[in-house]
């Protein structure tokens, strides 16, 4: 009796020595290949706008006055490129001999890791590059006064009896707060949207091919 294509898979996957199951290997490896390989230029890709943008917006906020937002800005943004740059090289490391059901087992893997640090990263990222924001243009020079100061007092001209702490509205301290809280918890939550956007497609193929191999080796 002839076999058929999916006898011939299950019989042939890990089997050297079968003649088309071998075919069907190469033809799953070269399509893993191809889609970690366009991941791995994408990720390079956004490693490097995202140092180019940290570094632009530095220039940027000494032109507009924020040169704290800008600094603060840059140093977070270097240490996210840092972190994503280490988990790259792990990525460098999956062996493409394998087959491509372990290669793309091993590189799922290294998706969840990486999303899972990246989340947690997030939860600070978000509320830091916020709270940068709110200090540097606070501190943004404002006619010879800083610009926080100067809005202070104008809310004092229609509020005078607000509550201040340290000179600041302390309804203006709970707002900040709150904002950040809300980063802080959604961070993740963000970073997976911004994820899905930039990396959508190459991840439902990759789930599409996943699918296909499980099917034939079921």
């Known amino acids: 009796m002839e076999k058929s294509i999916e006898t011939i898979w299950k019989e042939g996957f890990l ?8 075919k069907i290997n190469d033809l799953y490896n070269q399509k893993s290949i191809h889609i970690i390989d366009k991941f791995k230029r994408m990720f390079k890709i956004n490693l490097i706008a995202i140092v180019a943008f940290s570094f632009i917006f530095l ?9 704290i937002t800008g600094a603060i800005f840059f140093v ?13 090289k792990g990525l460098d490391k999956i062996d493409k001999g394998v087959s491509s059901y372990q290669y ?3 590189f799922n893997q290294w998706i969840e890791k990486q999303v ?9 990222l978000y509320p830091i590059i916020f709270l940068s924001m709110v200090i540097g243009f606070w501190f943004k020079d404002a006619e010879g006064m ?5 809005l202070v007092n104008e809310v004092l001209i229609g509020f005078p009896d607000i ?15 709150v904002i950040i809280g809300l980063l802080a918890f959604f961070g993740g939550r963000i970073y997976q949207w911004d994820l899905n956007i930039v990396y959508g ?14 099917r034939l080796r079921s």
């Open 15 to 22: 089997k050297n020595d079968a003649l088309v199951a071998p």
């Open 59 to 67: 220039i940027i906020s000494f032109f507009v006055g924020i040169p």
């Open 76 to 88: 977070m943004l270097s240490a996210l490129v840092i972190i994503n740059k280490s988990l790259l």
């Open 104 to 106: 793309l087992k091993a």
């Open 116 to 124: 899972a640090i990246n989340k947690r990263v997030s939860t600070f």
């Open 146 to 150: 800083f610009l926080g100061k100067r």
């Open 163 to 177: 509550y201040l702490i340290q000179g600041i509205p302390l309804i203006a301290i709970i707002a900040i707060m």
């Open 201 to 214: 497609r190459v991840f439902k193929k990759l789930e599409e091919l996943m699918e296909d191999i499980e």
